[in-house]
């Protein structure tokens, strides 16, 4: 019975884990999307306007030209209705006749990086949703079958996938963080073109730097969407652990060279349900954790599940960076698969 309910455990954490993969892929895409509408603005607005290697700071600080700011409201027109909202012309018109050069370039920067967020938030609902869905369903289903235990609940419904998404840990839910991240790139984007191309540097060199920045933010958009994976999963396998009325886990984590001292710790050892604290006794324990834990029914005595180290196989979080850095969004995603498929 046992080896059945934790064999699905080990499957549907598997399908959890690909699921993530999934989404963290798509996201790489919204935002290298981004930052080549970035690139296209620096260059179609500035380029024509540098001479050897910079950009005098008085044509930065001058307002833009008509035809400048016809192509403005253009983009502002496309970037307010793509965000939903009904733009109003006239406060657009009014709004771009007042910017510099560098105002409008800071502009384009802010809106390009803010607009991730709706995108990324949509798309990581969606992964989650499904996540806490398919791991709920299944357990129950299985546990149900194999353990003969009724449960309150055999299938998670839409307000039930709701309840496990909004949950909040650490501060936020994974929507919050979503939109902290991208706030923070568009703030940092705006200190890079304010601080650089008006000392004169290149545009190249500006650009190269904020492709950087970029790169920053799509690794800790990756690690985000591995993190969110992980709670929601544990999360919704908590809530079949309640409706079902068990009353005791054993922590498992992935014994190799990445594990980290609180889920060494915590590898193996039983506790309560109604104790489960997330961050103390119970998955997710910190960022890119890939801890879980296992069923107890009455009568059931701990199991201790031996992983072999595989410390070479593991993808090292700076490859990880130096991989963006050079533009390559696949190889980390390839590279993850291969990670995830040794523990299977």
């Excluded at 024509?48 to 409201?73: F, H, K």
């Excluded at 969407?225 to 984590?253: C, M, P, S, W």
């Excluded at 039983?270 to 324990?285: E, T």
């Amino acid at each position: 019975m046992s080896r059945q309910i934790r064999k699905t455990s080990n499957e549907l954490l598997l399908t959890s884990e690909r699921i993530g993969l999934g989404i963290a892929q798509r996201n790489l895409r919204i935002y290298s999307s981004s930052i080549s509408a970035l690139e296209r603005s620096i260059g179609k607005l500035l380029g024509e306007y540098e001479v050897d290697g910079g950009i005098a700071p008085s044509i930065l600080r001058s307002t833009l030209s008509n035809n400048e700011q016809r192509e403005l409201e253009t983009y502002l027109l496309s970037r307010v209705s793509g965000f939903g909202l009904k733009p109003d012309m006239e406060r657009i018109r009014g709004h771009v006749a007042q910017l510099t050069r560098l105002d409008a370039i800071r502009e384009q920067a802010y809106i390009e990086a803010m607009r991730i967020a709706p995108s990324s938030a949509d798309l990581v609902e969606s992964g989650l949703s499904t996540i806490a869905r398919n791991t709920y369903n299944s357990k129950a289903q299985v546990i149900a079958d194999v353990g003969n235990i009724t449960g309150t609940f055999t299938r998670l419904d839409t307000q039930g996938v709701k309840v496990v998404l909004s949950t909040q840990w650490e501060g936020g839910n994974f929507s919050t963080r979503i939109w902290k991240n991208t706030d923070k790139l568009s703030s940092q984007l705006s200190e890079i073109l304010g601080e650089q191309i008006i000392t004169g540097q290149p545009l190249d060199t500006t650009v190269r730097n904020i492709r950087e920045r970029y790169d920053v933010s799509r690794y800790e958009a990756m690690r985000l969407v591995r993190t969110e994976t992980n709670y929601i999963h544990n999360q919704a396998d908590l809530a079949v652990k309640k409706d079902f009325g068990i009353t005791r886990y054993q922590f498992d984590a992935v014994m190799d060279g990445k594990t980290s001292d609180e889920c060494n710790k915590l590898h193996g050892q039983v506790f309560l349900v109604k104790d489960a604290v997330v961050g103390i006794n119970y998955p997710c324990m910190h960022p890119n954790c890939r801890s879980t834990t296992f069923d107890l029914l009455d009568g059931e005595e701990e199991y201790i599940r031996e992983r072999p180290v595989l410390q070479e196989k593991i993808y090292d979080s700076q490859q990880m960076r130096e991989d963006f850095q050079n533009g390559s969004d696949i190889e980390p995603i390839n590279r993850l698969s291969e990670q995830l498929s040794l523990f299977t």
